[in-house]
């Protein structure tokens, strides 16, 4: 059994349930807060529990791994939300649904696109899990392939993909999000670099925190954030800087957080269960029109999360059962 970090269930519990809120709310200065991290915080955790693979039977292994716990819950929700979007939309016919769950799947977008004249829907959420799908096997494969021990060499290639992400995305938005795949890896890296310079992190953290904070400040003040799944990369590389400095502020925030008893347990409990409110999540965004309800949006926002977060461990306790 591998020993769960609390400080990362405490910030995927925070990020996922920012996801839902900020997915509720208009776009406004909070909007801007959340998706100035939110979404690089998930691949930075998920990079820095990552360990090396040590021969084609482990990368064997990761991938059975992968398919059951990502790319299955995927395909499930996927096409669950193509039956929702396709009832609303369309008039029933069998084939054409079929048809019209097979051009989601080989798109796998969250936003809806036009690709060399094809029209292509939304599909909700759920796109993250295909990306980071793609992000982990390749992940892998670079680091069994082409492992190099210098860290300089290292550095350079993961920028030079997270580039190529940025400046693809800017052009085309290429099937199953694989622009943002590169800029997935970069995060991972990131993430991976962060755990094996961790000791001398903590002992320097006053100070990167400080200005981490200063760098993440000055960029909200000029509303600067990154989106992406709409490929939205402000000031260019600025936006990434900014989610790296903001990620290792909400880190350190849920270091914190782990001292307060109550919000530990539930924002742990929660974060231990994020792929299924995900996927709770992105089957709800195409039921319900939430921002309809005749309620303040921030009490909206709030009640759905509830709604989200309780209906996602009632499938958790049926699954564990």
Same mark, same amino acid.
């Given at each position: 059994?591998?020993?769960?970090?609390?400080w990362?269930?405490i910030?995927?519990?925070?990020?996922?349930?920012?996801?839902?809120?900020?997915?509720?709310?208009?776009?406004?200065?909070?909007?801007?807060l959340?998706?100035?991290?939110?979404?690089?915080?998930?691949?930075?955790?998920?990079?820095?529990?990552?360990?090396?693979?040590?021969?084609?039977?482990?990368?064997?292994?990761?991938?059975?791994?992968?398919?059951?716990?990502?790319?299955?819950?995927?395909?499930?929700?996927?096409?669950?939300?193509?039956?929702?979007?396709f009832?609303?939309?369309?008039?029933?016919?069998?084939?054409?649904?079929?048809?019209?769950?097979?051009?989601?799947?080989?798109?796998?977008?969250?936003?809806?696109?036009?690709?060399?004249?094809?029209?292509?829907?939304?599909?909700g959420?759920?796109?993250?899990?295909?990306?980071?799908?793609?992000?982990?096997?390749?992940?892998?494969?670079?680091?069994?392939?082409?492992?190099?021990?210098?860290?300089?060499?290292?550095?350079?290639?993961?920028?030079?993909?997270?580039?190529?992400?940025?400046?693809?995305?800017?052009?085309?938005?290429?099937?199953?999000?694989?622009?943002?795949?590169?800029?997935?890896?970069?995060?991972?890296?990131?993430?991976?670099?962060? $755990?094996?310079?961790?000791?001398?992190? !903590? =002992?320097?953290?006053? /100070? #990167?925190?400080?200005? +981490?904070?200063?760098?993440?400040? &000055?960029?909200?003040?000029?509303?600067?954030?990154?989106?992406?799944?709409?490929?939205k990369?402000?000031?260019?590389i600025?936006?990434?800087?900014?989610?790296?400095?903001?990620?290792?502020?909400?880190?350190?925030?849920?270091?914190?957080?782990?001292?307060?008893?109550?919000v530990? $347990?539930?924002?742990?409990?929660?974060? !231990? =269960?994020?792929?299924? /409110? #995900?996927?709770?999540? +992105?089957?709800?965004?195409f039921? &319900?029109?939430?921002?309809?309800?005749?309620?303040?949006?921030?009490?909206?926002?709030?009640?759905?999360?509830?709604?989200?977060?309780?209906?996602?461990?009632?499938?958790?306790?049926?699954?564990?059962?």
């Amino acid at each position: 059994m591998i020993k769960r970090i609390d400080w990362i269930d405490i910030a995927k519990g925070l990020a996922i349930v920012l996801m839902v809120i900020g997915h509720t709310i208009p776009n406004n200065h909070f909007i801007t807060l959340i998706f100035s991290f939110h979404m690089p915080l998930f691949i930075i955790l998920s990079g820095f529990v990552y360990k090396l693979p040590k021969d084609k039977c482990d990368l064997l292994t990761r991938l059975k791994k992968y398919i059951k716990k990502i790319l299955f819950p995927y395909l499930i929700i996927l096409f669950i939300c193509s039956i929702i979007i396709f009832y609303k939309n369309y008039d029933w016919n069998f084939l054409n649904f079929i048809k019209f769950f097979i051009k989601n799947l080989l798109w796998g977008n969250g936003t809806g696109y036009t690709f060399f004249g094809i029209d292509f829907v939304n599909i909700g959420p759920i796109w993250f899990l295909v990306t980071l799908f793609f992000s982990k096997i390749i992940f892998d494969l670079i680091n069994y392939k082409f492992g190099y021990d210098d860290l300089k060499i290292n550095i350079i290639i993961y920028c030079f993909l997270l580039l190529s992400g940025i400046e693809i995305g800017l052009s085309v938005w290429l099937p199953q999000n694989f622009d943002i795949v590169l800029v997935f890896l970069f995060y991972l890296y990131v993430g991976y670099l962060f $755990k094996q310079y961790y000791d001398k992190i !903590k =002992i320097n953290k006053t /100070i #990167l925190f400080l200005v +981490s904070f200063m760098i993440w400040g &000055i960029c909200l003040g000029f509303n600067l954030n990154i989106e992406l799944v709409v490929r939205k990369y402000p000031f260019y590389i600025l936006s990434v800087i900014e989610s790296l400095c903001a990620s290792y502020c909400i880190i350190e925030l849920c270091k914190i957080l782990c001292k307060t008893k109550f919000v530990k $347990k539930t924002l742990m409990n929660i974060g !231990k =269960i994020s792929i299924i /409110i #995900l996927c709770v999540h +992105s089957i709800e965004c195409f039921l &319900i029109d939430w921002k309809a309800l005749p309620l303040n949006i921030y009490i909206v926002a709030l009640f759905r999360t509830i709604v989200v977060v309780l209906i996602s461990f009632l499938f958790y306790v049926i699954k564990k059962e």
